[in-house]
């Protein structure tokens, strides 16, 4: 079992920064994939940035340049910072870790970012 919980979300003018964090706990070691993913209404849920086991990362096209994926192994966990936001980023944003082996995805419960003016 994993347990991922969010923070960090909230309301933000366009332009401005915010930054997500997820604390992990459980059987984390064998974690194959763990990042960031989002759903705005109406829309599937999406990757927005994640660390692949490796070491590499990925991230959506949308969000390169602006958003960046970092971790603290000491702590379990792992942040978000986005800056330059824009209104098209408002989603729920959700942290999840997959595990390969099982198939499986684990999931926070999500933190709501609005970008508005």
């Known amino acids: 079992q994993v347990q991922l919980v969010e923070s960090g979300g909230g309301l933000v003018q366009p332009g401005g920064s915010l930054r997500l964090s997820c604390a992990v706990s459980?059987?984390?070691?064998?974690?194959?994939?763990v990042g960031w993913y989002r759903q705005a209404p109406g829309k599937q849920r999406e990757l927005v940035a994640a660390f692949i086991s490796g070491g590499t990362t990925n991230y959506a096209d949308s969000v390169k340049g602006r958003f960046t994926i970092s971790r603290d192994n000491a702590k379990n966990t792992v942040y978000l910072q986005m800056n330059s936001l824009k209104p098209e980023d408002t989603a729920v944003y959700y942290c999840?870790?997959?595990?390969?082996?099982?198939?499986?995805?684990?999931w926070g419960q999500g933190t709501q970012v609005t970008v508005s003016s």
């Open positions: 999840g870790a997959h595990f390969n082996i099982q198939n499986r995805t684990y």
């Open positions: 459980g059987i984390i070691f064998s974690i194959d994939v």
